[in-house]
């Protein structure tokens, strides 16, 4: 699994570094988050709120066969792009594996470098939210 989660990180890492400026980097992020899947109103709750994150960001977990699935919106674009990422990420792993992946693409793109400080402080709310119900189900 190790060696699957290597190569979609490396994916990323391509991917995102294929743009040779950051606005068009910024506009392929904003259109992975347009391609997010509506997350329903009734998952729009306190509790899968994100606070900390100067958009409105939700994010929901749910467990099915020892894999967290993760469904997130935010009404902000660049923050919705960062979910989408996210998501791609962490989604359908195990809590196991979602607490040994190593986050090397968030600085091999330039991403921590090229945020904002309310969206760098975001993202890492988002990965906190997501490792904290990962080692609730260990």
Same mark, same amino acid.
């Given at each position: 699994?190790? /060696? ?5 990180? !490396? +994916?990323?890492?391509?991917?995102? /570094? &294929?743009? +040779?400026? #950051?606005?068009?980097?910024? =506009? &392929? %992020?904003? +259109?992975?988050? =347009? ?5 329903? !109103?009734?998952?729009?709750? !306190?509790? /899968?709120?994100? @606070? ?5 960001? #939700?994010? @929901?977990? *749910? *467990?099915?066969?020892?894999?967290? &699935?993760?469904?997130?919106?935010? !009404? ?10 996210? $998501?791609?990420? &962490? ?5 196991? *594996? %979602?607490?040994?992946?190593?986050? /090397? ?9 090229? $945020? ?16 904290? *119900? ?5």
């Amino acid at each position: 699994m190790q /060696n699957e989660l290597t190569t979609l990180q !490396d +994916d990323l890492i391509k991917r995102l /570094n &294929y743009f +040779d400026n #950051w606005k068009d980097k910024y =506009k &392929y %992020i904003i +259109d992975m988050g =347009k391609q997010l899947q509506a997350l329903p !109103d009734e998952y729009k709750t !306190d509790a /899968n709120r994100i @606070h900390g994150c100067q958009s409105q960001v #939700w994010i @929901h977990i *749910e *467990e099915r066969e020892s894999k967290l &699935y993760l469904q997130a919106t935010s !009404d902000a674009a660049i923050v919705a792009g960062l979910i989408a990422i996210l $998501l791609k990420v &962490y989604s359908g792993r195990t809590p196991k *594996e %979602i607490l040994a992946m190593p986050m /090397n693409f968030l600085s091999e793109t330039g991403l921590l470098q090229h $945020l904002s400080p309310n969206r760098s402080t975001g993202l890492y709310h988002m990965i906190k939210r997501i490792q904290a *119900e990962a080692q609730a189900r260990l």
